[in-house]
């Protein structure tokens, strides 16, 4: 490895990624999500700068679509956060991956959530609209054909704004989470994330790899939304 890392590490696989990997680790891999993603991932600020605000015209709920939604912690967090400021959502959670969909299915249900296996290109030809689309820690883990495809699809099912949320590649995100990580165990938690931002782009080559219309938003030391708004 680069110590540097300075390319993308693109042909790694993260080992939740292969399909006969140990289901128990991968079951508290998307358990402990729900820890990294509220510490560390950076939805709270997310949160409060482009959702908690947003109104619909006909004073409906506001739709959510949750693209490669794991487990489904975040969903969870968003209408969490939302109910508690008296705001309606209705959050859409969607994975192609079975085994995500399933844990996310068995989740206790939670008012203006719900969780579907499906691919985002599904939801385009069922002619769905969502107010945001958005996604976490995902990009990185796309072929350059299917990240075109996620945006294309995401222009199409947004009618407001598209949010991907991703890791800097940097050493020092590498260096620190490799010790933050050290509690998680008895998951992929930690070898996958060190992968993840091995894979990771900097902001430079993410927005040479978006389309036009988009934008890269630095949203911490080590997050970046690849960001598509209408208007």
């Not at 969870?76 to 705001?87: F, I, K, P």
Request: net charge positive.
């Amino acid at each position: 490895m680069d110590i540097l890392l300075s390319r993308r590490a693109a042909g790694d696989v993260e080992q939740m990624d292969h399909p006969d990997c140990d289901p128990r680790l991968l079951d508290n891999t998307y358990r402990q999500f729900g820890i990294i993603n509220r510490v560390l991932s950076g939805w709270r600020r997310l949160y409060t700068r482009e959702l908690r605000n947003l109104k619909r015209p006909d004073r409906g709920p506001l739709t959510v679509l949750d693209i490669g939604c794991g487990g489904g912690d975040l969903a969870v967090m968003l209408a969490r956060w939302a109910a508690r400021d008296g705001m309606t959502v209705q959050i859409t959670g969607i994975d192609p991956d079975p085994r995500a969909a399933g844990f996310a299915r068995r989740r206790p249900p939670v008012p203006g959530v719900e969780f579907r296996q499906a691919h985002s290109g599904e939801l385009v030809r069922e002619g769905a609209a969502f107010d945001v689309v958005i996604s976490n820690h995902m990009l990185h883990h796309l072929g350059s054909e299917e990240l075109r495809q996620l945006l294309a699809d995401s222009e199409i099912l947004a009618s407001r704004k598209a949010l991907h949320n991703d890791l800097v590649r940097s050493p020092t995100a590498f260096a620190l989470f490799s010790v933050a990580a050290l509690p998680f165990l008895h998951s992929f938690i930690r070898q996958d994330g060190l992968t993840s931002i091995r894979r990771s782009y900097r902001p430079a080559e993410l927005a040479a790899a978006a389309p036009p219309g988009w934008s890269v938003e630095r949203s911490s030391a080590f997050h970046q939304v690849l960001t598509y708004r209408r208007g």
